[in-house]
């Protein structure tokens, strides 16, 4: 092969994904629970700091969401703070009151995600939760709910139509 030909391999080489960012969502005003669950410690640490450890520990570039854009609105407006803070990246979603969560636990999901262009939600008893992954067009989506007053993270998920 000539030094000045691009070989095949380069031209049919795909484009990479754009790095999946991880955010632990903690502007919530835990109004239900009566006291700031980001601040609670388990085993001589903050419930945030050990999730933060283990999103750390996973390589990814991690994000902690602690004043949301619009605020009284539910994970939904610490989704589109992460989303806006950087723009055209993909999220893993964490919420801040799992303590116990680890870097293995996070790398298993990280690693079911084989189409980063869509959404994938954990599924449990016919229920989307977290930890979820939205790609980086989902932030229409989330704009347009919180614009309707359309706070709900299983109706959100059923629109982006997740894989299960």
Known sequence: MRMDQPSQLESVAPSPSPPIHIAILAGGA?????RDK???TLGGATY????CGAAQATGHHVHVIERDLV???GPLSGIVTAMRL???SPFL???CDIPL???????????????PARAYFLRLDGFCGFPFHLPATAVEAVESRLRTGEYSLQKLAAELDPLE
Not at 30 to 34: D, I, P
């Open 30 to 34: 835990s109004r239900r629970m009566g």
């Open 86 to 88: 950087r723009p055209g």
């Open 93 to 95: 979603f964490l919420p």
């Open 48 to 51: 945030l700091d050990r999730i």
């Open 38 to 40: 980001k601040g609670l």
């Open 101 to 115: 969560v680890t870097t293995l636990a996070l790398q298993s999901f990280l690693g079911q995600i084989h189409e």
């Open 71 to 73: 605020p009284h609105s």
